[in-house]
């Protein structure tokens, strides 16, 4: 947060309770502005590309390779490898991270709120989606997976007991149709294996995300994904030894850039970069910067594994996130 005033003049600005980014109290410092700086109505300002911009845009990007990512590595790992190691590798950085920064262990209040985000974002909707992909295009799940904003929208709702608006609900209902309708389509008039594993992960990751923005409240965003990987480490471990002594590995770039993506650039950076940015400019802002995430996976598709793009890929992809924008300005 930037205090900014006239020219000629600074401000002192004390920051209360309510001033925190994830936990985090920020100590405001005097500063002196020329005439005509603007703030909008959180106090940020309203520079052309402001960090906290640039560390949400960064974020999404990261998650929009994942998808692209993840079929890479499956050229050299079966499903459950992947997801082991990927998890494994991504906990080791969180723990070089957490032990450089001194970060002392969580309250035990909030263990059980990280075996929920653990078990949805870290285990949960990498292993869903990771299976999915083994039948469905990338560009099939980017569709679908593209209702998740709506779907940890209606979870936040029932977890925290409030009413959003019949718009809200209206538009949510509306871009579930539209998905659904697409999957029927693309899957000849019914549902497939694939699709049965990306709407689970739709509900366990929008489960984990609603406990992670709750936790996130209380301590950084980066510390709960970080204690959430820490928490899996033992049995990703263990995952990781049994499924490499099962499954075929067979390694090629792809399949080692693959991987490392979705440890190190997906599940640690991302999430990293995502949260810092978000906590700079707001959840509004930082969630209308991840509408562009299931066309940029769409592109990815294209870009780097070659897929052709059925005609109701984007199109679907443009209703959801007409639906989602909407709900972003419905009155709760």
Same mark, same amino acid.
């Given at each position: 947060?930037?205090?900014?005033?006239?020219?000629?003049?600074?401000?002192?600005?004390?920051?209360?309770?309510?001033?925190?980014?994830g936990?985090?109290?920020?100590t405001?410092?005097?500063?002196?502005?020329?005439?005509?700086?603007?703030?909008?109505?959180?106090?940020?300002? +309203?520079?052309?590309?402001p960090?906290? +911009?640039?560390? *949400?845009?960064?974020?999404?990007?990261?998650?929009?390779?994942?998808f692209?990512s993840?079929? #890479?590595?499956?050229?050299?790992?079966?499903? #459950?490898?992947?997801?082991?190691?990927?998890?494994?590798? &991504?906990?080791?950085?969180?723990? =070089?991270?957490?032990?450089?920064?001194?970060?002392?262990?969580?309250?035990?209040?909030? #263990?059980?709120?990280?075996?929920?985000?653990?078990?949805?974002?870290?285990?949960?909707?990498?292993?869903?989606?990771?299976?999915?992909?083994?039948?469905?295009?990338?560009?099939?799940?980017?569709v679908?997976?593209?209702?998740?904003?709506?779907?940890?929208a209606?979870?936040? *709702?029932?977890?925290?007991?409030?009413?959003?608006?019949?718009?809200?609900?209206?538009?949510?209902?509306?871009?579930?149709?539209?998905?659904?309708?697409?999957?029927?389509?693309?899957?000849?008039?019914?549902?497939?294996?694939?699709?049965?594993?990306?709407?689970?992960?739709?509900?366990?990751? &929008? &489960?984990?995300?609603?406990?992670?923005?709750?936790?996130?409240?209380?301590?950084?965003?980066?510390?709960?994904?970080?204690?959430?990987?820490?928490?899996?480490?033992?049995?990703?471990?263990a995952?990781?030894?049994?499924?490499?002594?099962?499954?075929p590995?067979?390694?090629?770039?792809?399949?080692?850039?693959?991987l490392?993506?979705?440890? =190190?650039g997906?599940?640690?950076?991302?999430?990293y970069? #995502?949260?810092?940015?978000?906590?700079?400019?707001?959840?509004?802002?930082?969630?209308?910067?991840?509408?562009?995430?299931?066309?940029?996976?769409?592109?990815?598709?294209?870009?780097?594994?070659?897929?052709?793009?059925?005609?109701?890929?984007?199109?679907?992809?443009? &209703?959801?996130?007409?639906?989602?924008?909407?709900?972003?300005?419905?009155?709760?």
């Amino acid at each position: 947060m930037r205090a900014q005033d006239s020219a000629t003049a600074t401000t002192t600005i004390a920051v209360t309770p309510a001033d925190r980014t994830g936990g985090t109290t920020r100590t405001v410092s005097p500063v002196s502005t020329a005439p005509g700086d603007a703030t909008d109505t959180s106090g940020s300002r +309203t520079d052309p590309l402001p960090r906290g +911009t640039l560390l *949400a845009a960064l974020g999404v990007l990261s998650f929009s390779l994942t998808f692209p990512s993840t079929v #890479w590595g499956l050229e050299s790992f079966g499903p #459950w490898s992947l997801v082991a190691v990927r998890s494994t590798l &991504a906990a080791l950085i969180a723990g =070089a991270f957490l032990l450089a920064g001194r970060v002392p262990l969580p309250e035990r209040r909030h #263990w059980a709120g990280l075996a929920v985000v653990a078990g949805g974002v870290v285990i949960g909707f990498p292993l869903l989606t990771t299976l999915a992909l083994q039948t469905s295009t990338t560009s099939h799940a980017a569709v679908v997976v593209g209702l998740l904003p709506l779907t940890t929208a209606a979870f936040a *709702a029932l977890r925290t007991k409030r009413r959003p608006s019949r718009t809200f609900w209206f538009a949510a209902v509306s871009g579930a149709v539209v998905v659904l309708a697409f999957t029927v389509q693309q899957s000849g008039g019914a549902v497939s294996r694939g699709d049965l594993y990306l709407f689970g992960a739709l509900l366990v990751c &929008a &489960a984990g995300y609603t406990e992670g923005g709750r936790l996130a409240r209380l301590m950084p965003g980066w510390q709960v994904v970080g204690w959430a990987l820490i928490l899996c480490l033992p049995l990703m471990v263990a995952g990781s030894a049994v499924a490499l002594s099962v499954e075929p590995v067979r390694l090629n770039a792809h399949g080692i850039i693959g991987l490392l993506w979705v440890a =190190a650039g997906s599940t640690f950076f991302g999430l990293y970069v #995502w949260y810092r940015g978000m906590a700079s400019i707001g959840i509004p802002k930082a969630s209308q910067l991840q509408l562009a995430q299931p066309l940029l996976t769409l592109v990815w598709s294209v870009v780097l594994l070659g897929e052709t793009l059925p005609l109701a890929a984007p199109v679907a992809a443009v &209703a959801v996130l007409v639906c989602i924008a909407v709900t972003q300005r419905a009155k709760s």
